[in-house]
């Protein structure tokens, strides 16, 4: 039991470097973003649906920061990075109950 006692007491110190490791190569894969990215693209990178990102602007990046580039809305890639980091509660995303506006047939 004394190996297992050991190898249990070493998880914390293991997942932390995980979290180093994880960071990092986040952080290096930034490095590649283009200069200017669309919305559309913003949101591939970031794994969330275009449509709901593109409806609600309150959960777009920093719209203050957005330009007109080659006739689309872009943004520049530090505003970009920044905005993948944060969580649904950061931008106080709360989906809608998929059942909200279901009727029921009486």
């Known amino acids: 039991m004394g190996s297992i006692d050991s190898a249990i007491s070493r998880i914390p ?4 470097k995980i979290d180093m490791v ?3 190569l986040k952080e290096n894969q930034y490095q590649e973003l283009p200069e200017w990215i669309d ?3 913003a949101c591939e990178y970031k ?3 275009y449509e709901t990102v593109r409806d609600r602007p309150d959960l777009q990046p920093d719209r203050s920061k957005r330009r007109k580039v080659s006739g689309k809305w872009m943004w ?3 505003v970009i990075i920044e905005w993948i980091k944060k969580t649904d509660d950061d931008l106080g995303y709360k989906p809608e109950p998929k059942h909200a506006k279901l009727k029921v047939a009486g």
């Open 13 to 16: 110190h293991i997942e932390e």
């Open 22 to 24: 994880l960071t990092l």
């Open 39 to 41: 919305l559309k693209t």
């Open 47 to 49: 794994g969330v649906n």
């Open 76 to 78: 520049p890639r530090d």
